[in-house]
C-alpha cells in the first residue's frame, strides 16, 4: 500500500503525469484514500507492466489497451481454472480425477 | 551463467542500440506476463533481463569484459511480477468486466458447464448452439424505476413476460433475462419517463419546492412529496428562493449494497394571488437593513 509519490520514485525515470493518465483511462484503478491514490501491490505490479511494455517492449500508448483487454481475459479465464481445478482437487474423489487426466492425456475428441 | 552476449544473441563488439533491440526482441518473446504459464519464459526472461542490466551499462559491460565481475555478480532479487497476482485472488480487481466478487456466478458457471453438459460441442454442430439474443425496449413510469416494479411486457410474437425492475433502476439500463433451454438471453433496455417535478441525480432526488412568502420569512413545518411519499420538514427561518434543503435518505431506496440517496428541495418562493392588506403593508415598509439584492451585479456584464 503506498502512494504515487512513492511510486514515482520507485520506478523512475516512469513520470506522474504517465501514471495519472493511465489511472484516467484505468488501466490502473488503485483505491482513493484521504491523501490521494493508494497503490495495492497488484497495482504496483501492473504499473510496472504498463511501463515494460512501453518502454522495453515498444508497445505504444495507442496498442496498449489492446494489450491489457487481451491480458486481463486471459488471466480471468487461468484464475476460473486455477478456481476449477482446486474445486475439483476438493471435491472429486481420486477415481475421478484419475479418470479425467487419463481422458486428457488421451487427446480424444 | 551463461554468457550475456550469448544470451541476448550479439557479438562482444555489439553498440548499444544492438544490444537494446536484441533485448526488446527476446522480452517480448519470453516476458513471463505474456507467457503466464511458462517456468521455460519465466527462466529464460530472467537470464535475458540480467544479461541486459549487465551490458547496457557501459560501466558494469566494461568490468565485465575486463573480467572483474561474472555474469551471476550483478543478478539482483527478482521483483515479484504482475501475473504473480493476476492470477489469483487480488487479479479480481482487473477482471474483464469490472471489478469481480468472489466465487462463480451463475453466467460463469453457465459458460463452463453449459458446454460440458451440453454433449455435442463439434464445431459446427449448431443445433445445440445458443440461440441469439432478443432485444425489447420498456418504457417505465419514473417513480416505478425508482422504487422497483414488476411490468408486464408483451412481446411481438405473443409471449408475456413479468420484468422485475430493480429499486433505482436507471435510464438506459439494460436487464437481462435468462434464456431457457438453450434459447438466448433476453435483454430489456429500461427508459424511464420523466416526472413532473422529481429528478435523478444518481442516487439522489432533485426537486423544487414552492413555498409561501410566510414559510420562506418564518420558516416552519412543511409537507414535501418523496418518492416514498410525503416527509414533513422544518424550513428554517429566513430561507430564501434557491436554498438547497437535504431530506437524508429519502432519495432513491437501497439496494443490495447500494445506499439509500438523498433528496435535495430547492425553494422557490412562491407569492400567491395578489393581496391587498400585503401590498398595503409593503409600501409603508422601511426595511431595517435596507440592501438591493443587485448589488453584486454590475452594469453590462
Redesign the interface.
Known amino acids: 500500500m503506498i502512494s504515487i509519490e512513492i511510486l514515482v520514485t520507485q520506478l523512475s525515470p516512469l513520470q506522474r503525469q504517465d501514471i495519472e493518465r493511465w489511472i484516467s483511462n484505468e488501466w490502473v484503478r488503485p483505491d482513493r484514500g484521504d491523501g490521494g491514490y493508494v497503490f495495492r501491490d497488484i497495482d504496483v505490479a501492473r504499473v510496472r507492466l504498463i511501463q515494460e511494455l512501453r518502454d522495453e517492449m515498444q508497445v505504444n500508448e495507442e496498442a496498449l489497451p489492446v494489450v491489457l483487454s487481451l491480458l486481463d481475459q486471459l488471466y480471468d479465464q487461468r484464475r476460473r481454472m486455477r478456481e476449477l481445478c482446486d474445486a475439483l482437487r476438493r471435491t472429486a474423489p481420486d477415481e475421478v480425477r484419475r479418470d479425467l487426466a487419463r481422458h486428457l492425456a488421451q487427446r480424444t475428441p | 551463467m551463461e554468457d550475456p552476449y550469448q544470451t541476448l544473441g550479439v557479438s562482444r563488439s555489439a553498440s548499444q542500440d544492438e544490444i537494446r533491440s536484441a533485448?526488446?526482441k527476446l522480452?517480448?518473446q519470453h516476458?513471463p506476463?505474456?507467457n503466464?504459464?511458462s517456468t521455460k519464459a519465466e527462466e529464460r526472461f530472467k537470464t535475458v533481463s540480467a544479461a541486459n542490466e549487465l551490458l547496457s551499462d557501459p560501466d558494469k559491460r566494461g568490468r565485465f569484459d575486463r573480467g572483474e565481475i561474472d555474469a551471476a555478480g550483478q543478478e539482483q532479487a527478482p521483483?515479484?511480477?504482475?501475473?504473480?497476482?493476476?492470477?489469483?485472488e487480488?487479479?479480481?480487481?482487473?477482471?474483464?468486466a469490472g471489478?469481480q466478487p468472489e466465487g462463480?456466478s451463475a453466467e460463469?458457471l453457465n459458460e463452463?458447464f453449459g458446454k460440458m453438459f451440453n454433449g455435442d460441442h463439434?464445431p459446427g454442430a449448431n443445433s445445440r448452439m445458443r440461440g441469439r439474443d432478443e432485444r425489447y425496449a420498456l418504457t417505465t413510469d419514473f417513480l416505478d424505476a425508482v422504487n422497483g416494479v414488476t411490468q408486464r411486457l408483451t412481446l411481438p410474437d405473443g409471449r408475456v413476460l413479468d420484468v422485475k425492475i430493480p429499486p433505482g433502476t436507471a435510464d438506459g439500463q439494460v436487464l437481462r433475462l435468462r434464456g431457457q433451454g438453450g434459447a438466448g438471453n433476453t435483454l430489456i433496455e429500461i427508459h424511464v419517463a420523466s416526472h413532473r417535478y422529481f429528478s435523478r441525480d444518481g442516487q439522489n432526488i432533485r426537486l423544487e419546492l414552492p413555498v409561501s412568502l410566510s414559510e420562506a420569512v418564518l420558516g416552519g413545518p412543511v409537507e414535501v412529496p418523496t418518492p416514498g411519499g410525503l416527509v414533513r420538514m422544518r424550513i428554517p427561518p429566513h430561507s430564501d428562493g434557491g436554498t438547497e434543503l437535504r431530506l437524508r435518505g429519502r432519495g432513491v431506496p437501497g439496494h443490495g449494497s447500494r445506499a439509500a440517496g438523498d433528496l435535495y428541495a430547492t425553494l422557490r418562493v412562491v407569492l400567491g394571488p395578489s393581496d391587498a392588506a400585503l401590498e398595503a403593508f409593503l409600501r409603508d415598509w422601511k426595511p431595517e437593513h435596507p440592501a438591493d439584492p443587485r448589488q453584486a451585479m454590475e452594469a453590462g456584464q
Open positions: 533485448y526488446r522480452a517480448k516476458h506476463d505474456l503466464p504459464g521483483k515479484s511480477s504482475y501475473r504473480d497476482y493476476a492470477e489469483g487480488p487479479g479480481r480487481r482487473y477482471g474483464r471489478p462463480w460463469d463452463m463439434q
